[in-house]
């Protein structure tokens, strides 16, 4: 039993590798086009992103992320992603911290 390999991903925006589980996928799908793909699974070109406000208005502001989906995102997928860029803003400094520290941030509390 040896030690699980960890699948790396590179952000488009910040190429940043990280283990896949901290990056969140994009995924471009034949029938409900550019979504987000919480579960990792779904079949499609895909591009990663970090759980980073920043990196997700950089990559939809210079188009990298229609460059990396070869697609155009319509205003609505824009939309889409953009609102789940938003939802990501509370999240940063913690992801930061836990960065810096590891897990001893959750151990003090
Ligand atoms: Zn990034």
Redesign the pocket.
Known sequence: MGRKHIPQRT?I??R?TRPKRELVRIVRLAEDGVTIDETGKKSGRGAY??R?KA?WEGALSCGRLEHALKTFLTDEEKGRLRAFADSLSGVKELEDMQARTGSSAEQRR
Do not use: K, N, T
Request: charge should be neutral; hydrophobic fraction near 25%.
């Open positions: 952000c925006e910040c940043i992103l970090c980073r990196c």
